[in-house]
């Protein structure tokens, strides 16, 4: 009967480990087996050591793929960079609250109102990095870039296409929400848009205006009510107050948002 050699068969292993595209697994138990610790540890230590460290390669891969599809217009952004001044009135607690993500397992859309500079986009990509941090992903459009996109869609018969990728994604962050009037067409792809996502993955909404200007930008009907219903009944609002950021930078402060 022909022995196989130890060795022998622990590149067997790691055959097989790369053919079922398990690389990390098959790269650490080879660094195992080559550091002549295979025999010090235990069955549960060698399984522990090379399932992790793919586990956790993967995780990161999923991460970075994801930060990258996001698309956020400050990758930087980090929520421990909020300057939380008194002039701003922005609630801490609230922040704190969904620093925890946990908007994101309900489905609770997150509104930041404020006017120009003040500091909205930065607290939207804030929450957009801790998300993607997390494991979810993320996209990121500013209001006339999502009706680009989907007029675009629309003129190649990829409509469908387009509005389920949009619904899939677990926060769908929109920037400079109903800046301008809409027509009846966008106010469609936003009726649409809402109503899926709708109690099943949130939406993150930054506006210079307020509730009463959206329903005028939307046509002021009846689809502008549904549309508002589904964007307010269930949000967190952050409003922020105070003078631009921007203005304070050009001062010569330090400006993070």
Not at 9 to 20: P, Y
Not at 54 to 77: D, G, H, P, V, W
Not at 114 to 133: M, P
Not at 159 to 180: G, H, Y
């Amino acid at each position: 009967m022909t022995t196989i050699s130890p060795e022998e068969r622990v590149n067997t292993l790691i055959n097989q480990l790369r053919e079922m595209r398990l690389p990390v697994m098959a790269t650490q138990l080879r660094t195992i087996y080559m550091e002549n610790s295979i025999d010090s540890l235990s069955l549960l230590e060698v399984l522990e050591q090379t399932i992790s460290e793919e586990f956790y390669t993967r995780k990161q891969n999923t991460i970075n793929k994801n930060r990258k599809a996001a698309k956020l217009s400050n990758s930087t952004a980090h929520l421990s960079d909020i300057h939380y001044s008194p002039e701003r009135k922005i609630n801490v607690k609230v922040i704190e609250q969904l620093a925890t993500n946990y908007y994101l397992q309900a489905n609770h859309n997150v509104i930041i109102q404020g006017a120009t500079g003040t500091g909205k986009s930065f607290i939207a990509n804030a929450l957009g990095n801790n998300a993607l941090d997390a494991g979810y992903s993320v996209h990121y459009y500013r209001m006339t870039e999502l009706f680009s996109e989907l007029h675009m869609a629309q003129l190649k018969f990829e409509s469908d296409k387009k509005i389920s990728k949009l619904v899939k994604t677990d926060l769908l962050i929109i920037d400079d929400f109903l800046l301008t009037n809409t027509n009846p067409e966008e106010q469609k792809y936003l009726m649409e848009i809402f109503e899926l996502r709708n109690r099943v993955k949130p939406i993150l909404l930054c506006s210079q205006m307020s509730a009463p200007e959206w329903h005028k930008k939307l046509g002021g009907g009846a689809m502008a009510d549904a549309i508002l219903d589904r964007a307010i009944s269930n949000a967190y609002q952050i409003l922020i107050s105070g003078e631009s950021q921007r203005r304070n930078a050009s001062s010569g402060s330090l400006m993070t948002d």
